[in-house]
């Protein structure tokens, strides 16, 4: 079972995996969340999910609408780390921040754009793929793992395995009103 908080705060890892419980032990040492509350801050991908591989990044996403006092906090607070990098940039004409690090050896992307962070596509990917980790179980669990050790990002994967064709991001996104029978259909359709 996925453990996931409805709040979405960080106490869920501490229950989790050892390696879940090692990621909030670093992001508590940090005070990653602290820093960047008022940015209301969700741990995204693939960590809460438990399906992280090598090379895997710790994805925080937050709701920026003021660019420039959330890069000047993330400059200050996080510019110190390796690897340090920020890019702000328009796609799809939203203005967005990308920040990447690498903090005890963890590779950490910050992003930020001017919509509610339970709204952006990566909380609702995240949201569907733990569904579908619950309703599917174990072996679906690792087969989309094996897919990621083979270099095939998340939503491909999950879109792999449910045969879903067109832009993964998109089909994905599509699953979050289909109720659990409907989903469970989907992967016996699959099914060769």
């Not at 996925?2 to 705060?9: A, F, L, P, T, V």
């Not at 879940?20 to 960047?36: G, M, P, T, V, W």
């Not at 920026?64 to 690897?83: A, K, N, P």
Request: glycine share 8%.
């Amino acid at each position: 079972m996925i453990i996931m908080s409805q709040s979405h705060g960080l106490e869920y890892l501490d229950q989790g995996t050892s390696q879940q419980r090692e990621i909030y032990a670093l992001l508590k040492r940090y005070s990653f969340f602290d820093i960047l509350q008022p940015f209301d801050p969700i741990l995204a991908g693939t960590f809460p999910l438990d399906i992280q591989v090598e090379g895997s990044d710790l994805d925080i996403i937050c709701e920026v609408h003021e660019f420039s006092i959330f890069e000047d906090l993330v400059q200050q607070s996080f510019g110190h780390f390796s690897s340090f990098s920020m890019l702000r940039r328009k796609v799809g004409g939203i203005e967005r921040c990308k920040v990447n690090f690498q903090c005890e050896g963890w590779p950490v992307e910050l992003f930020g754009q001017p919509v509610p962070t339970r709204l952006q596509n990566g909380f609702r990917h995240m949201m569907v793929e733990s569904r579908l980790l619950n309703l599917f179980g174990e072996l679906f669990k690792r087969r989309i793992i094996d897919l990621k050790r083979d270099g095939i990002k998340t939503e491909p994967a999950f879109a792999r395995l449910l045969h879903l064709e067109g832009d993964p991001y998109v089909e994905l996104l599509a699953l979050e009103s289909w109720t659990d029978g409907a989903l469970l259909g989907l992967l016996k359709e699959g099914k060769d």
